[in-house]
């Protein structure tokens, strides 16, 4: 036990740290998501293209890889960025695909007449897609999206090897000074990372029930 | 063409529109891309004031004519695929019972499964390898394919249970009706139909499975990412990293393409065939080129929660 | 538990299917100990089963050069290799019928624990900590924690104090090591991979002035680089390199440091580091093996 209180600032520090990962990384990925949903369902083909081979080539690259390049190739080709940065961008990068593929089976979710009665009545594409499809379908989004950052929060784990000092490059550190105590200490680190993706799940959950009510 | 009810059959100044942003968004995706090579094929100053040469001068590259090279990689192609395919099969088991035990009638066995499977989704692989590999002094191979496996089952879990969830009611009335008992009823009529149906999404958690054993570096084990990247390169020296990096980088990309494909063609295999549960509810986008069925959209979905 | 030992089974086949692979064409980079064909030892004794076996699974580094590293043909080369080799030939084990498998920091203790390795020769550092878990035999070298620096030293460092004095200046070292732990007494500008080579990219792009572990370590980093870096040479921390057994093997442990001994004095440990680390580094003087 008194190597989890010993180690406890250090899992602060880390946790937050992994908290800060997963706000910037989740709200990057979120903003681009959007965007890739966006050209994947617009009327321009080649935008439909650029989004597909984005979405093929990131969700076929192992997380490890991506980090690898941001932490790597990115500095050789000039981006002078801090390696909290370049981590959160390739996560960014890793996630973005997942929310825009949650975010277009949501709309799909949504019934045909409605997009068919709204351009009916005369809304253009932006329109049918903000007021008619976009609110209905956003509650069959969320309890996707949450599982999305579910991930995201324990793809943060991976960043500790490449110069991020989060939760789990915490978690060695403390290994490293008490190898007697390693399953305490494991417990402890599994502990952070479920008080963040515990709730999700549950609130994911619930809202999932809320909208098999509604159907 | 497209068929989404989303905007109109495109006129002339749209398809006018279109053809320019095709054209721009074309030429500054070639623009990047030759800045790319040429920054790469630049000779680099380093911080220590040395100059190294360029990405593609054929000193980074004369390791890959060596054989012996190739037979490495391939060694850590077969490592990062046996690990795979075992995690793969027992996280299809896990996923069976977890499943099961996760719609099973008595509250006993549904509770502490849920528990269960709330604790497995929300631990990192990396942390579940090093408990594994730590706690109960495994080996490395052990560690990574128990972690994988039980990671995975609960995420195949879940996806069963929706499965399980979204066929028709009567399926199962159907079933009691003649005489089944309820374990038999599901073992018999709901659970041959939830597999088939969410059989594309399993495919796609399967993909992610064999992306995320390149975490198994973390306990040694011998796959491609560590034998290519680590260990080629301390080898070789570190001017090969880059090198070895883009071929490992290319393997992967090769081996989870070809397994995506394959799940597109059995997504569009079993759509056609697909008990007609609530799959055909046509989505707003429609038949969009190239992607087939709606099962397509499902196997999107699934992979979409679960990296 | 069934379900355990069909992992454990397939695990074996794996290890064995790459075993035999590796085979196919390994070098011999140095001249062999002498195998003892003829050795008796008291039954019961680990020295006798694995005399009796004839063959014997060692854990070494697989990415360290001078010290344990693999090439293509999955063979290790290197000073711990040559120590493991010493070792079991005086088991009466011939090279060819040692099992190597790769150790990283984090799967050293729990491999010596469930007897995946027999023993460990592997950069492996011998502490109060580690004692309550394994057995160490030696030490067989005694290293020291040093700096790696761009060829010439542009930033002037000397030593450890460089980044108390500098608190901007950032050092790099692998993420959960013993490196880590000791430089933090110097600075918190620490930023830690997972791999030491993977450190001399922040070097390069000026992200970090220097790489901070065991000096053999940098000096295998540093032969590697064609004279990119150099390392500091101005040790310190003391870190003696042991070979880790299972705890409380009281009778191979002490045939251990009675087999090192033997090899410190009759030049086979002389002869194993001038054919591995010895082509870098200077040849030191044998420490004293540590009878705790």
């Known amino acids: ?51 597909t081979v984005y979405t093929e080539l990131v969700r076929n690259t192992p997380l490890t890889l991506l980090l690898f390049g941001c932490a790597f190739v990115l500095p050789y080709l000039g981006v002078r960025l801090d390696y909290f940065t370049l981590a959160a961008i390739g996560l960014t990068v890793y996630t973005s695909p997942f929310v825009a593929e949650a975010l277009r089976s949501g709309v799909n979710g949504v019934s045909i007449g409605q997009a068919e009665a709204a351009r009916s009545i005369g809304l253009t594409f932006g329109q049918t897609l ?4 976009m609110p209905q379908a956003i509650r069959m989004v969320i309890p996707p999206l949450i599982n999305v950052f579910i991930a995201l929060t324990k793809n943060t784990s991976v960043a500790g090897g490449f110069f991020v000092l989060e939760l789990f490059a915490q978690s060695r550190r403390v290994i490293n000074n008490r190898g007697d105590e390693v399953l305490a200490i494991l417990l402890a680190v599994a502990f952070f990372y479920l008080i963040i993706t515990v709730p999700l799940g549950l609130i994911a959950g619930a809202i999932e029930k809320r909208v098999a009510v509604l159907r | 063409m497209s068929q989404s009810v989303l905007y109109d059959a495109p006129g002339p100044r749209a398809i006018r529109r279109s053809r320019v942003t095709s054209v721009v968004s074309a030429v500054l995706i070639a623009l990047g891309i030759a800045w790319l090579i040429f920054t790469l094929a630049s000779p680099r100053e380093t911080a220590g004031g ?19 090279v190739w037979r490495a990689l391939w060694r850590g192609v077969q490592g990062t695929l046996q690990m795979a395919g075992a995690a793969a099969v027992l996280a299809m088991i896990i996923g069976i019972l977890f499943s099961f035990g996760r719609t099973a009638r ?40 128990a972690a994988l496996a039980v990671y995975n089952g609960a995420l195949i879990g879940e996806i069963l249970r929706a499965g399980i969830a979204s066929l028709p009611r009567g399926q199962a009335e159907a079933g009691l009706a003649i005489g089944l008992t309820p374990t038999a009823t599901r073992f018999l009529i709901e659970f041959p139909q939830a597999f088939r149906q969410m059989l594309p999404i399993i495919i796609a958690q399967m993909v992610v499975l064999l992306k995320d054993t390149a975490l198994a570096y973390i306990v040694g084990y011998p796959e491609l990412l560590r034998i290519g990247v680590n260990n080629l390169s301390n080898f070789y020296g570190n001017a090969y990293f880059f090198t070895l990096f883009f071929v490992v980088l290319v393997i992967y990309l090769v081996i989870n393409l070809s397994l995506s494909w394959v799940a597109r063609f059995v997504a569009r295999r079993t759509g056609s065939k697909a008990v007609v549960a609530k799959i055909p509810r046509r989505g707003i986008f429609g038949r969009t080129r190239g992607t ?3 099962t ?10 679960k990296s | 538990m069934r379900l355990k030992k069909g992992l454990m089974v397939s695990a074996m086949a794996a290890v064995a299917v790459l075993g035999l692979s590796a085979c196919t064409d390994s070098e011999a980079p140095t001249a062999e100990p002498e195998v003892q064909e003829e050795v008796e030892f008291e039954a019961g004794t680990t020295m006798a089963e694995l005399n009796e076996a004839g063959e014997i699974t060692i854990g070494t580094k697989f990415d360290q050069p001078l010290f344990g590293l693999v090439g293509p043909d999955n063979e290790p080369v290197g000073f711990d290799v040559e120590i493991g080799k010493i070792i079991a030939a005086e088991l009466g084990i011939a090279p060819e019928d040692i099992n190597w498998v790769e150790a990283i920091s984090a799967n050293r203790e729990p491999f010596i624990q469930n007897g995946e390795v027999d023993l460990v020769v592997a950069t492996y550092t011998i502490n109060d900590t580690r004692k309550e878990v394994v057995s160490f035999a030696g030490p067989y070298y005694i290293a020291g924690q040093d700096l790696l620096v761009p060829a010439d030293n542009p930033d002037g460092i000397e030593g450890p104090e460089y980044f108390t004095e500098n608190p901007d200046a950032v050092v790099c070292t692998v993420s959960g090591s013993t490196s880590e732990k000791n430089i933090r007494e110097y600075t918190d500008n620490v930023i830690a991979a997972n791999g030491y080579s993977d450190c001399l990219e922040p070097v390069r792009t000026g992200a970090a002035a220097a790489v901070t572990t065991d000096n053999v370590i940098l000096a295998g980093l540093a032969d590697k680089s064609d004279g990119e870096f150099e390392v500091v040479n101005n040790a310190f921390t003391e870190e003696p390199y042991g070979i880790g057994v299972a705890l409380e093997d009281t009778e191979f442990r002490d045939f251990i440091n009675d087999t090192l001994e033997a090899a410190f004095e009759d030049g086979r440990w002389v002869d194993a580091w001038e054919a591995t680390a010895g082509v870098v580094l200077d040849t030191p003087e044998p420490p004293t093996v540590d009878r705790y």
């Open chain 1, 1 to 51: 036990m008194d190597a989890i209180i010993e180690g406890l600032p250090l899992f602060i520090d880390g946790f937050l740290v992994t908290l800060s990962l997963l706000g910037v990384a989740g709200m990057g990925a979120l903003g681009i998501g959007i965007v890739v949903a966006a050209m994947r369902i617009s009327p321009v083909a080649s935008l439909r293209m650029i989004a």
């Open chain 1, 130 to 133: 903000g007021f008619v499809v």
């Open chain 2, 50 to 68: 040395s100059t190294q040469v360029g990405l593609f001068d054929a000193s980074r590259w004369d390791i890959l004519l060596d054989a012996a």
């Open chain 2, 106 to 145: 008595t509250a006993w066995i549904r509770v502490p499964t849920a528990v269960l499977l709330e604790f497995f989704r929300g631990m990192p692989v990396l942390l579940m390898m090093l408990f594994v590999l730590l706690v109960f002094a495994s080996g490395s191979y052990v560690a990574g394919v």
């Open chain 2, 292 to 294: 087939a069925a709606p």
């Open chain 2, 296 to 305: 397509d959209d499902g196997a999107d979905d699934g992979a979409a929660g």
